[in-house]
Protein backbone atom coordinates (compact mmCIF):
# COMPACT_ATOMS: atom_id res chain seq x y z
CA UNK A 1 0.00 0.00 0.00
CA UNK A 2 0.93 3.98 -0.89
CA UNK A 3 0.05 6.61 1.36
CA UNK A 4 -0.80 9.57 -0.26
CA UNK A 5 -1.73 12.97 2.23
CA UNK A 6 -1.55 16.51 0.66
CA UNK A 7 -1.26 19.73 2.50
CA UNK A 8 -1.29 23.79 1.72
CA UNK A 9 -4.61 24.36 0.46
CA UNK A 10 -6.51 27.24 1.39
CA UNK A 11 -8.03 30.55 0.03
CA UNK A 12 -6.02 33.05 -1.94
CA UNK A 13 -6.80 35.94 -4.36
CA UNK A 14 -7.04 35.75 -7.91
CA UNK A 15 -3.36 36.39 -8.87
CA UNK A 16 -1.92 35.04 -5.73
CA UNK A 17 -0.11 32.06 -4.98
CA UNK A 18 -0.03 28.24 -3.18
CA UNK A 19 2.13 25.83 -2.53
CA UNK A 20 0.98 22.08 -1.97
CA UNK A 21 2.79 19.24 -0.58
CA UNK A 22 2.37 15.82 -0.96
CA UNK A 23 3.92 13.06 1.26
CA UNK A 24 4.19 9.78 -0.20
CA UNK A 25 4.44 6.55 2.43
CA UNK A 26 4.57 2.84 2.49
CA UNK A 27 5.36 0.75 -0.55
CA UNK A 28 6.78 4.52 -2.85
CA UNK A 29 9.06 1.90 -4.49
CA UNK A 30 6.04 0.69 -6.47
CA UNK A 31 5.50 4.44 -7.78
CA UNK A 32 6.43 4.81 -11.17
CA UNK A 33 4.78 8.18 -11.49
CA UNK A 34 3.57 10.72 -9.21
CA UNK A 35 0.99 13.22 -10.11
CA UNK A 36 -1.80 16.10 -9.11
CA UNK A 37 -5.30 16.05 -10.34
CA UNK A 38 -8.18 19.22 -9.42
CA UNK A 39 -11.60 17.86 -9.54
CA UNK A 40 -13.96 21.48 -9.47
CA UNK A 41 -17.84 20.43 -8.18
CA UNK A 42 -20.12 19.05 -11.07
CA UNK A 43 -16.64 18.32 -12.98
CA UNK A 44 -14.64 15.26 -13.46
CA UNK A 45 -11.02 14.40 -12.10
CA UNK A 46 -8.67 16.68 -14.24
CA UNK A 47 -5.06 16.00 -14.51
CA UNK A 48 -2.68 18.61 -13.73
CA UNK A 49 0.37 17.81 -13.27
CA UNK A 50 2.95 14.80 -13.36
CA UNK A 51 6.58 14.25 -12.45
CA UNK A 52 7.76 10.69 -13.41
CA UNK A 53 11.07 8.98 -11.69
CA UNK A 54 12.82 8.16 -15.14
CA UNK A 55 14.22 12.13 -14.97
CA UNK A 56 11.66 12.88 -18.47
CA UNK A 57 10.45 16.71 -17.86
CA UNK A 58 7.20 16.92 -15.88
CA UNK A 59 3.60 17.02 -18.15
CA UNK A 60 1.42 19.28 -17.48
CA UNK A 61 -1.91 20.62 -18.59
CA UNK A 62 -2.34 23.64 -21.05
CA UNK A 63 -4.35 25.42 -18.67
CA UNK A 64 -1.43 25.79 -16.12
CA UNK A 65 1.57 25.47 -18.03
CA UNK A 66 3.70 29.04 -16.99
CA UNK A 67 1.81 28.88 -13.77
CA UNK A 68 2.13 25.81 -12.51
CA UNK A 69 5.50 23.89 -11.39
CA UNK A 70 5.90 20.55 -10.41
CA UNK A 71 8.84 19.20 -8.00
CA UNK A 72 10.26 16.24 -6.09
CA UNK A 73 12.12 15.72 -3.20
CA UNK A 74 13.21 11.93 -3.56
CA UNK A 75 15.22 11.91 -0.23
CA UNK A 76 11.82 12.92 1.79
CA UNK A 77 9.02 11.20 -0.46
CA UNK A 78 7.77 14.53 -1.30
CA UNK A 79 6.15 16.29 -3.71
CA UNK A 80 4.95 19.86 -4.63
CA UNK A 81 2.61 22.00 -6.58
CA UNK A 82 4.05 25.30 -6.93
CA UNK A 83 1.02 27.78 -8.26
CA UNK A 84 1.64 31.36 -8.95
CA UNK A 85 -1.37 33.89 -10.51
CA UNK A 86 -4.21 31.59 -9.19
CA UNK A 87 -7.11 31.80 -11.74
CA UNK A 88 -10.84 31.77 -9.96
CA UNK A 89 -10.87 28.94 -12.38
CA UNK A 90 -8.17 27.20 -10.01
CA UNK A 91 -10.33 26.39 -7.67
CA UNK A 92 -11.29 22.84 -6.89
CA UNK A 93 -9.75 19.94 -4.52
CA UNK A 94 -6.67 18.83 -5.58
CA UNK A 95 -5.04 15.21 -5.25
CA UNK A 96 -1.80 13.78 -5.13
CA UNK A 97 -1.53 10.32 -6.98
CA UNK A 98 0.80 7.55 -7.71
CA UNK A 99 0.49 5.42 -10.93
CA UNK A 100 2.47 2.28 -11.18
CA UNK A 101 3.55 3.00 -14.73
CA UNK A 102 5.44 5.96 -16.73
CA UNK A 103 4.27 9.10 -18.23
CA UNK A 104 0.35 8.76 -17.53
CA UNK A 105 -1.97 11.46 -17.53
CA UNK A 106 -5.01 9.22 -17.04
CA UNK A 107 -6.60 8.85 -13.87
CA UNK A 108 -7.34 5.23 -14.26
CA UNK A 109 -3.91 4.71 -14.27
CA UNK A 110 -3.44 5.71 -10.95
CA UNK A 111 -4.07 3.38 -8.45
CA UNK A 112 -3.30 5.47 -5.35
CA UNK A 113 -4.84 8.24 -4.00
CA UNK A 114 -4.87 11.24 -1.25
CA UNK A 115 -7.67 12.68 0.27
CA UNK A 116 -7.68 15.94 -1.18
CA UNK A 117 -7.01 19.65 -0.43
CA UNK A 118 -9.12 22.41 -1.42
CA UNK A 119 -7.79 25.93 -3.09
CA UNK A 120 -10.39 28.19 -3.23
CA UNK A 121 -9.51 31.44 -5.24
CA UNK A 122 -11.65 34.24 -4.70
CA UNK A 123 -12.02 36.87 -7.60
Known amino acids: QVRLVESGGGLVQAGGSLRLSCEASGRTFEIYTLGWFRQAPGAGREFVAGSTWNGKTPDYADSVKGRFTISRDDAKNMMYLQMNNLKPEDAAVYYC????????????????WGRGTQVTVSS
Open 97 to 112: AAAPIYETTRPDDYNY
